[in-house]
């Protein structure tokens, strides 16, 4: 009897476990839980595959561990294949548990290669694709239309059902139609509809995508694909000659702040002053040194550093013209072979000046915020630096402009450009106006190189790139004509960048060289060349 008892005992508490295991909850791993071994496999393929895999799953911390793995911050043991992420504050969290615990010092960083970026890549745009921030909706489309991650497709529909920004709905439709023009399953109609949208969006990326179309394609397909293809390449060859012109204005902005000043000295003086590229030379020394001073005491000013050198650099570099004409030019007027010889020992002895007191190493000069960055105008990439540089040049001119035509001292300045005895003879004091207007030309020149410290290496030698293109501008536009300066500038610059892409940049100045010899010849006073009743020879 008490066998008996005793067994049945036993059958009731085999039992009692039996049930209780039917009815305990289960600890499932999910597909999250699933895919963090494969990353500790230390191989590509399972790196990809677990990312796709942690992407789909839905998991709360999904994006936080592809974009850890992304950062480097994703670390696994390769004894235990235990994989941790890695906190800004360098705590460890173990994935698989989520309870913050140290990690060995056997761990390694999870490795990547083009197809784990890629990867990365489309799971943090489909994963972000529903987010709050519009910019980040943005980015998500972007990747996903790179990837062309046939998975996100479904995410892709919902999003773009939900989306109200116009911006980022365009976007939405140009991924959702590269991943229909590949995928082998599309419809024709979907397939041809797909090729329009992205036709319509005629960049390389678009172009890359329309060649992509399988060959097995119908006929109607290969058809719609065609004319896409070229009226994307139509698009492309405008925005290419867009650009071009672009740089080539950007380029003659450039070439027009450094010429200016030498066009009026020139003009006036008959001097050819080979040390005008020093006075550029100075203004960006002079931009280099107010930097230095706000940097160390002033930081907060930095973003005004570029007006606060404005006004210094026209009268350091206006101040040392006047004295170069005062102590050395006024003395060789009417031998201008004497002139140059003086005027390009005076470059090198203000080169080495420079030299010994900054060093002949380059000086670094930062960009205010509001000159940093770039955006994009249809096909056209433009800087910010470049506008400004732009807009400074073309305002330059017009204040010159002003100076010149509603002035006293502009009067004077023309009068003795045109006849300088007749000037003289009237009561000008031809001495005065000449030390003057080298002075201005001279301060021109320094507030050009605080233009030119924003896009060329400040050194002794930058104004010896620019003094041979300033005397070409000056010459080919008509001496001391300013209309035919800013002519001249911007139309040498737009040649010299349509020449580049299919003569080199030297050969392409060699030609544009020739061609203004060519040119004088034919018009020796250029391309305006001043009139009155007795100019000058």
């Known amino acids: 009897m008490s066998i008996l008892r005793a067994t049945s005992r036993k059958f009731a508490a085999i039992l009692f476990l039996l049930v209780a295991g039917l009815y305990a909850p289960q600890s499932h791993a999910g597909p999250f839980e699933d895919a963090l071994p494969k990353l500790a496999a230390d191989s590509f393929s399972d790196t990809a595959d677990a990312i796709a895999a942690i992407a789909a799953s839905g998991h709360a911390d999904a994006e936080a561990v592809i974009s850890g793995i992304s950062a480097g911050r994703v670390l696994f043991d390769p004894a235990t294949k235990i994989v941790y992420l890695r906190a800004a504050d360098g705590s460890t969290m173990n994935l698989a548990t989520g309870a913050v615990e140290a990690a060995p010092s056997t761990t390694r960083t999870v490795r990547q290669n083009n197809r784990v970026r890629m990867t990365i890549d489309a799971a943090l745009g489909t994963l972000r694709l529903m987010s709050?921030?519009?910019?980040?909706?943005?980015?998500?489309?972007?990747?996903?239309?790179?990837?062309?991650?046939?998975?996100?497709?479904?995410?892709?529909?919902e999003a773009l059902a939900k989306e109200t920004d116009a911006r980022v709905k365009k976007v939405l439709a140009e991924a959702r139609a590269a991943i229909l023009i590949v995928a082998p399953n599309t419809s024709e109609k979907d397939r041809i509809d797909a090729i329009q949208l992205i036709g319509a969006k005629g960049d390389n990326d678009a172009l890359a995508l329309l060649r992509a179309v399988p060959a097995s394609a119908t006929a109607d397909v290969k058809a719609a694909t065609a004319s896409a293809i070229e009226a994307v390449e139509r698009s492309l060859a405008f925005w290419e000659v867009s650009q071009n012109v672009w740089y080539g204005l950007s380029l003659g902005s450039v070439l027009l702040l450094a010429a200016i000043g030498l066009a009026i000295t020139f003009g006036v003086m008959g001097v050819i002053n080979m040390a005008h590229g020093e006075m550029v030379m100075l203004g960006a020394y002079v931009t280099f040194v107010v930097q230095e001073v706000i940097r160390q005491n002033y930081p907060g000013l930095f973003d005004y550093s570029l007006a606060i050198a404005l006004p210094l650099a026209f009268l350091t570099a206006g101040f040392v013209g006047v004295l170069i004409e005062r102590g050395v030019i006024r003395f060789l007027y009417g031998r201008?072979?004497?002139?140059?010889?003086?005027?390009?020992?005076?470059?090198?002895?203000?080169?080495?000046?420079?030299?010994?007191?900054?060093?002949?190493?380059?000086?670094e000069v930062g960009a205010p915020s509001w000159m940093s960055g770039a955006f994009e105008l249809g096909g056209l990439s433009i800087t910010y630096n470049r506008l400004w540089i732009i807009v400074f040049s073309m305002s330059v001119f017009v204040a010159l402009l002003f100076v010149l035509r509603f002035t006293r001292f502009g009067l004077e300045m023309r009068a003795v450009t045109q006849n300088r005895r007749m000037a003289s003879s009237m009561g000008i004091r031809t001495g005065y106006v000449d030390a003057l207007t080298f002075g201005l030309g001279s301060g021109i020149a320094g507030i050009a190189g605080v233009a030119l410290s924003q896009i060329d290496n400040v050194s002794p030698n930058l104004g010896q790139g620019y003094i041979i293109d300033s005397f070409l501008v000056v010459v080919f536009g008509g001496v001391g004509n300013l209309f035919g300066t800013l002519i001249a500038a911007l139309s040498l610059g737009i040649a010299n960048k349509f020449l580049e892409p299919f003569a080199g940049a030297v050969l392409g100045k060699i030609v544009i060289l020739v061609l203004i010899i060519i040119f004088i010849q034919k018009k020796p006073r250029g391309l305006f060349a001043l009139k009155g009743r007795a100019v000058e020879a």
């Open 336 to 363: 201008p072979l004497e002139t140059l010889l003086a005027t390009w020992g005076l470059s090198l002895i203000l080169q080495q000046a420079v030299r010994t007191a900054f060093g002949p190493t380059n000086r």
């Open 132 to 157: 709050p921030d519009p910019q980040k909706r943005l980015a998500a489309a972007s990747a996903v239309f790179k990837s062309r991650d046939a998975s996100a497709l479904k995410l892709l529909n």
